[in-house]
């Protein structure tokens, strides 16, 4: 669907799948970090000041990237150390999907746990 955005004072329209408020607090997001840089950039040109922008944007995003595969990875080593522990603990346990469990009520550490009977 076709967008009006604003950059630097001059309007743009763009075609996006997003909606259309997504696409417009975008703009407004990446207008204010190009004038963020033409402040801190004096008799830089208009061209150069957006060129800026975007290299920062792209860091930025590296950054959040990489922070978020770390800790997608951390989340799997300890999944993977809940369900060596389950392994250890329930045989079988790990191994088996939600579907495949018992609906009877199973008793661990002396306590019951009700199945979803």
Not at 35 to 55: C, N, Y
């Amino acid at each position: 669907m076709p967008v009006t955005i604003t950059l630097r004072g001059r309007h743009y329209t763009v075609r996006s799948d997003e909606p259309e408020e997504e696409v417009i607090k975008n703009a407004r997001w990446l207008d204010s970090r190009i004038a963020e840089i033409a402040s801190r950039t004096p008799g830089v040109d208009g061209e150069t000041v957006v060129l800026l922008a975007a290299l920062n944007v792209a860091s930025e995003y590296a950054r959040f990237r990489k922070q978020v595969v770390g800790e997608l990875g951390s989340v799997d080593r300890e999944l993977a150390a809940a369900s060596a522990i389950l392994e250890v603990t329930l045989p079988g346990a790990a191994s088996e999907g939600a579907d495949d469990a018992d609906d009877e009520d199973m008793v661990v550490d002396d306590r019951e746990i009700p199945g979803d009977a």
